[in-house]
């Protein structure tokens, strides 16, 4: 990624945050089984300090909070200040005093070695600029017994909450073919890709596994729509490429692609994920 890229994806970001928190109630219901799939292959329990890598709005963070307790801290992390602002207002309306908070991103950790028990990213790594040197950053800052986890999306055409709306918008919008490296959702969809840089950052006993779930949530279809083209960036750009007219089209082809989803006013897609783990030194 050339300075430009990384500067033009770090203010996508930036304007995705206001939406970010706009959804948070949300995002962290449709999420949730992330967070709890990340919790149980870090192991992460009361008493620890835990570092959450590219934290967005707040999760994992916000949850890892209560589950470590007050003798145990939660480090959330983000390079996008719109991002820091929002989770850090959100913890302080929570009430929660054992979170801190620092603007950085995951290839330059500001923290001394060995400074946490456990490393996580939920829906982050994807976007790292190089993911080697972050994963070597969160190995570095973590103690000689620590892991790392991270959970990255699994193939688009699994994960209909995505693909319903971009199958579409691709069909009317003209895009550059994606470099399967650069910084996007599906950049770690192939089984082992992740694992394979844990292991070159010099992870061990490196883990994956499938972690299959529904998106849920009691919105309809118009909410849907609306969330799932403010959230995020890319689709966005290409949203701005419609042309008005294009518009109410495409937004009916979306309808008639995900109305299986939808009923009795609930949203549940089918969704895949996975979760690599690797251990500072090997077990
Ligand atoms: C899809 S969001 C996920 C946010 C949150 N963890 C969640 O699951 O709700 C991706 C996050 O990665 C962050 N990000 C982008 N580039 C990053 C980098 N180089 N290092 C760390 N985080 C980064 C973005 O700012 C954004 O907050």
Same mark, same amino acid.
């Given at each position: ?25 949300? &995002? ?5 089984? +992330? ?8 192991? @992460? ?18 949850? @890892? ?33 054992? @979170? ?32 080697? $040197? ?7 800052? @973590? ?20 693909? $319903? ?10 895009? $550059? ?41 009691? &919105? ?13 960036? $890319? ?38 994920? +996975? ?9």
């Amino acid at each position: 990624m050339t300075p430009e890229e990384q500067n033009k994806a770090l203010e996508a970001w930036q304007t995705s945050a206001r939406y970010w928190d706009k959804y948070r109630v949300l &995002i962290a219901q449709m999420f949730a089984p +992330l967070t709890a799939g990340l919790v149980e292959e870090a192991r @992460i329990g009361i008493g620890q300090k835990v570092l959450d890598i590219g934290g967005g709005s707040g999760e994992p963070s916000l949850t @890892i909070s209560c589950i470590v307790g007050p003798t145990g801290s939660v480090m959330y992390t983000d390079p996008v200040a719109g991002m820091v602002e929002t989770a850090q207002a959100e913890a302080g309306r929570r009430g929660l005093t054992n @979170i801190y908070f620092r603007q950085c991103s995951a290839d330059d950790l500001p923290f001394a070695d060995r400074t946490f028990d456990v490393a996580v990213g939920r829906l982050s790594a994807m976007f790292f600029v190089d993911p080697v $040197t972050a994963v070597r950053e969160a190995l570095r800052v @973590i103690r000689e017994d620590g892991c790392v986890s991270l959970v990255v999306w699994g193939p688009k055409e699994v994960n209909p909450f995505f693909s $319903t709306v971009t199958d579409v918008i691709d069909r009317f919008v003209e895009g $550059t073919p994606l470099d399967p490296d650069a910084p996007d959702a599906f950049r770690f969809a192939v089984p082992g890709k992740l694992a394979g840089i844990l292991e070159n950052a010099g992870a061990k006993n490196v883990i994956e596994r499938q972690l299959n779930f529904q998106i849920k949530a009691a &919105i309809s279809f118009e909410q849907f729509w609306q969330l799932r083209t403010k959230m995020s960036g $890319t689709l966005r750009e290409k949203m701005a490429g419609l042309a008005p007219t294009q518009l109410p089209t495409v937004k009916q082809a979306v309808a008639d692609a995900a109305w299986r989803y939808f009923e009795s006013g609930t949203m549940s897609f089918p969704a895949q994920a +996975l979760i690599v783990s690797g251990r500072k030194s090997a077990a």
